[in-house]
């Protein structure tokens, strides 16, 4: 067994707290015969066990990538997440136009099979850096949600 097949505690519990570490032989071939299908110009990912499935995360052009996978190695979902200079302009427009006095600091994309894509997009008031809003945008809607003031402590939520 290499030891590059192990993934380290530290390394694990810094990326996902709920994860376990897992020898790279433990996941699923069905799951990582779906990555490489949908994601194959990627080489870099790093693979965790979790409790009822796994979670392929890596990073391209700047964009983080969270996949997940069932017990089976069923896709479930992809998460993306990426700054205001990502988001279609589409999703974008809408959202600046209503909250013109905010800026769009982060931006965390929903993909999943039965659903259409969700956008989460946070944004940050212009004159105010502790003023926030918390935006759901799906499918021509927009929803904000847990309003939020106190000090902004940077982009990762």
């Known amino acids: ?27 699923s071939s069905r799951a990582i015969r779906d990555f490489i299908r949908r994601y194959d110009y990627t080489t870099d990912e790093k693979w965790y066990k979790i409790t009822k499935g ?12 969270k996949v997940s996978y069932d017990a089976r190695g069923q896709w479930i979902s992809t998460m993306r997440t990426y700054t205001e200079k990502y ?38 008031k212009t004159s105010d850096e502790t003023s926030f809003k918390n935006i759901i945008y799906s499918d021509g809607e927009m929803q904000e949600v847990e309003p939020y003031k106190g000090k902004w402590r940077g982009k990762n939520f």
């Open 87 to 124: 988001l279609p302009s589409a999703v974008r427009h809408p959202v600046k136009s209503v909250h013109y006095d905010f800026n769009i600091y982060l931006v965390r994309e929903i993909e999943s099979g039965d659903h259409p894509l969700v956008y989460f997009i946070y944004l940050r």
């Open 54 to 65: 796994y979670i392929a995360a890596f990073e391209k052009d700047s964009i983080n990538f």
């Open 1 to 27: 067994m290499s030891k590059d097949s192990l993934l380290s505690l530290k390394e694990v519990s810094s990326a996902f707290p709920f994860v376990s570490p897992s020898h790279i032989n433990e996941i």
